[in-house]
């Protein structure tokens, strides 16, 4: 009798770009079958990204799936917050023949990720003295701004979502109140996403450039290519103000982070995800990051303590999913 060996189906679904996968478990880590990368607009619906992915990939017996989403997750059904899509375990489930499938929210499911990363897909901001029974916590800015809890129950973290990204941004400099005030001008209120995301180098860029900008004409870009644009010039120190905004947006990210750190006890490690990070390194360890993330009195000391890394695995959330899809299959 021949063995056939479990398979899963993991998806990473974000506001631009969305990763489908087939898996195997794996001795650590499930081990990539087949993984392909779609612009998510392009389809009408999660399931119709599926249906195609399947018929590419060769048709299989599936044992579970698991899909990280840009959104809150209820009931086992998100509205993702900036794509027009409605996604149901159930329906997904009945539709492939899937034992299981579980809906998470797109940090929840990085999240599982954190335990199975190697060290060379990791890049230390701060060396810190991780306590073995804390908990942790990951932020990742890309198209917006994701956050998520990592509870240590019993040794290990189980991740816990949250709409961090959309609660108030907190400014702590002149500069940054001045931006506030724009922001609220502009949109009525200005939340975590506005400044920390790939837009939110946008708005920061604008925000800076009231005459327009030498090197990058950012509002004739489209958003999706602008903040590389903006964020390459300053990197290459081509213009004080794009440097001015890469500046802000690593201390409000590294700010951000000490916030969550804070809310969560994250003693155990902050883990920075997310497309951004991985662009901007030399920026996040020139020290603005930490900086900001520390200064925070009373807790300075209690900060300076934590483990802080920079996730640089592009595929961390496919990776979480099918991790977590790992765990279902076998409960």
Known sequence: MWYIPPMLLAGDIGGTKTLLGLFQPGGDRPEPVVVRRYTTL???????????????????????ACFGVAGPVVGGTARLTNVPWRISA????????????????DLQAMGYSVAVLRDEELAVLQEGDASPDGNGAII??????????????????????SEGGHADYAPRTDRE????????????????????SGPGIVNIHRFLHPHGCPVVQSTELDEADAPAEIT??????????????????????????????????????????????????PALKAGGFVD????KDPMRDLLAAVPVKIILNPRAGL????????DIANA
């Open 42 to 64: 392009d389809f009408d619906s999660l399931d119709a990204m599926i249906a195609g992915f399947l018929k590419e990939a060769g048709h299989r017996q599936l044992d579970a």
């Open 140 to 161: 990742a800015a890309g198209t917006g701004l994701g956050e998520a809890l990592l509870h240590n129950i019993d040794g290990r973290f189980v991740p816990a979502s």
């Open 292 to 295: 900001a993330f520390r200064d």
């Open 90 to 105: 159930d329906e997904t489930q009945e539709r492939f023949g899937i034992a299981q499938v579980r809906l998470l929210n």
């Open 319 to 326: 990776l979480g999913a099918a991790t977590h899809a790992a």
């Open 232 to 281: 390459t010039a300053a990197l290459e120190r081509r213009c004080p103000q794009c440097v001015e905004t890469l500046d802000l947006f690593v201390g409000a990210y590294g700010a951000e982070a000490g916030n969550l750190a804070l809310r969560s006890l994250a003693t155990a490690g902050v883990y920075v995800g997310g497309g951004i990070a991985p662009k901007i390194l």
């Open 177 to 196: 109140i001045a931006l506030l005030r724009e922001l609220v001008r502009l949109h009525g209120r200005a939340q975590n996403e506005m400044v920390l």
